[in-house]
């Protein structure tokens, strides 16, 4: 079957956009309970992706990447050579590694070249501990990425603990990694966090209500940071 056209792509998003104000301005049962997953992209998934395309570059390497390898293999390219995927729970079929990084020393230090930890650290009550394991881990010279949700509704399938501000994830960050090497940026604005907090998808918004950011509403926190070669 031929792809819908321009003007039919514009029409269905200007529905799908319109229907989801209403869904937005009615009643006090969200969209969806499941983040919008049901109803296209969710909101806090177009901004992870958005960050983790930005610093792709930086995919390579050794890589490891939690619960499964979804962001790795879509924005690695052919630049990973080898790539890990670490769980709590062995009963994971994707898992190479099984670890608890909240306890010291779980895994052989200065062995990743990239940690991709997205949707991690809300679900860690010892946060210090977990990111100076992640710091251990990585190699001189190594990236990791970090995406947490700011505003979410809660999951109940995972023990969640927090949602992060951006001035948490960078005191947490400049603890373990040079301050200069740490990069943070927040995502979304308060139409974008209204909407994610509906349950409603990233499509039922206007794409440029969908890119504008105000750091008083952020939607998801992400952060660059690079542990020194020294
Ligand atoms: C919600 S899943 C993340 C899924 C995926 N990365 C994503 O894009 O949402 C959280 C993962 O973090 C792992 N995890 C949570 N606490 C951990 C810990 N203390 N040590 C190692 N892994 C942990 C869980 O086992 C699970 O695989």
Redesign the pocket.
Known sequence: MKPPGRIARVTRRGFRVVRGRVLLARGVRPASRTFGFERGQPIHRHYIDDFIRAHADRIQGRCV????A??TRRFGGNRPDHVDV????DS?PHATVV????KPHSLPPNTYDCIIC???LH??YDADA?TRALHELLAPGGTLLVAVPATAMVDPE?TEYRRWTALGITTLLEQFFDPSAVQVQTYGNSLAAAAEMRGLAADEIAPWELRATDEHFPVEVCAQAVKSDA
């Open positions: 990447e939690f619960h499964d979804s962001y670490l769980d709590l729970d994971n670890a608890d990084l909240t997205v949707h991690v679900l860690v977990f995972w």
